[in-house]
């Protein structure tokens, strides 16, 4: 999120937009990363149980997270335009569950939300919150063709480090203070 931890709220739904997947890009994104034939061909995918030409999962989940990228740019710069000083994003420590629940054809406009599940606190990075996300693929009939589960980090706006991290920084910075202490021990 490009929102302090302090101010994502649980539950709120991000709508992250919509794209039409056509044929050509289905084919083409195959050809370069998924070469299965029911991604390559309408022809050689109709013999088998899949009827017809269908996108690779990947090409979804990708699509979805150039989605969220994008719409995190675009809070970013709602914030800034409000004169707000917008929040610190963190990499994803991972991915907890992933589904792709129904095909994706030509022709299906397929609709990204990103919705925070919960939130709290990291427990091994000083500064930071875990955001534990839902993003949500739906197609033009409202069936959900994908659904994973992430996890994200967010920097914490108010966060002070504790009196005993700031006086180690500090001792640090003290030439010679560290051979000195390595030749106590």
Do not use: C
Not at 31 to 40: A, G, W
């Amino acid at each position: 999120m490009t929102r302090w931890f302090e101010d994502i709220t649980v539950d709120e739904a991000f709508p992250l937009g919509s794209h039409t997947f056509e044929a050509d890009e289905i084919v083409r994104f195959a050809r370069q990363y998924d070469p299965q034939y029911f991604h390559l061909d309408a022809d050689g995918a109709a013999h088998s149980h899949f009827r017809g030409l269908v996108a690779s999962g990947w090409h979804t989940v990708v699509i979805g997270h150039r989605k969220m990228v994008d719409a995190l740019g675009a809070e970013e710069e709602r914030l800034r335009g409000l004169g707000q000083e917008p929040g610190v994003s963190g990499p994803s420590p991972g991915v907890n569950r992933m589904d792709f629940k129904a095909p994706v054809r030509p022709g299906d406009t397929v609709t990204y939300t990103l919705t925070v599940t919960g939130k709290r606190p990291s427990n091994s990075i000083p500064g930071w919150g875990l955001l534990f996300n839902s993003l949500d693929a739906v197609n033009q009939h409202g069936e959900t063709v994908y659904h994973a589960e992430l996890v994200g980090f967010s920097k914490l706006r108010d966060y002070r480090k504790p009196l005993r991290l700031r006086l180690l920084e500090a001792l640090t910075k003290i030439p010679g203070l560290g051979k000195l202490l390595a030749q106590r021990s």
